[in-house]
């Protein structure tokens, strides 16, 4: 199972927008949907393919409410999340799973809310402290070649 996780502006309530609209609402009425992160919907989809379509489906929305569209392919990483462009070049096959853990985003958890982002290369294997507040624990997002350097 692929999971998606879509992580609203912190300006929105995130389940209301997509379930409020007739259009969203279809698109997620097939799945089971959870909040594993404050003011996020995640759901899981039977593969990769599925999560970027998805994700394509919903770009309205995506483009209006969401500060994070985040999937998590067991394929590639079981604890690791991937970002939206840097899952569709996996699914397309322009980078292989194997290339795609260097550079990461990488979020601290606090009361349940992803909070700053920063941007780190992956150092002899070890991904490197967060250290822009004190956080509970972080998030990881491997990120596409133009995500990171954008």
């Given at each position: 199972m692929t999971r998606v996780c879509l992580v609203g502006d912190p300006e929105v309530n995130l389940t209301y927008?997509?379930?409020?609209?007739?259009?969203?609402?279809d698109a997620l009425a097939t799945y089971e949907i959870g909040e594993p992160f404050a003011n996020s919907v995640a759901v899981d989809t039977v593969s990769l393919g599925a999560a970027v379509a998805l994700l394509n489906d919903l770009n309205?929305?995506?483009v209006r409410f969401v500060a994070e569209p985040l999937v998590l392919e067991p394929s590639v990483s079981t604890d690791e999340w991937l970002s939206r462009g840097?899952?569709?070049?996996?699914?397309?096959?322009?980078?292989?799973?194997?290339?795609?853990?260097?550079?990461?985003?990488?979020?601290g958890l606090v009361d349940g809310?992803?909070?700053?982002p920063m941007f780190v290369r992956r150092?002899?294997?070890?991904?490197?402290?967060y250290d822009l507040r004190d956080v509970e624990d972080t998030v990881v997002v491997r990120v596409s070649e133009e995500e990171f350097g954008g």
């Open positions: 927008e997509l379930l409020s609209r007739e259009t969203a609402r309205w929305y995506l840097l899952a569709r070049e996996v699914r397309d096959g322009d980078v292989p799973p194997e290339e795609t853990d260097q550079r990461l985003k990488v979020f809310a992803l909070v700053e150092t002899q294997g070890s991904v490197p402290e």
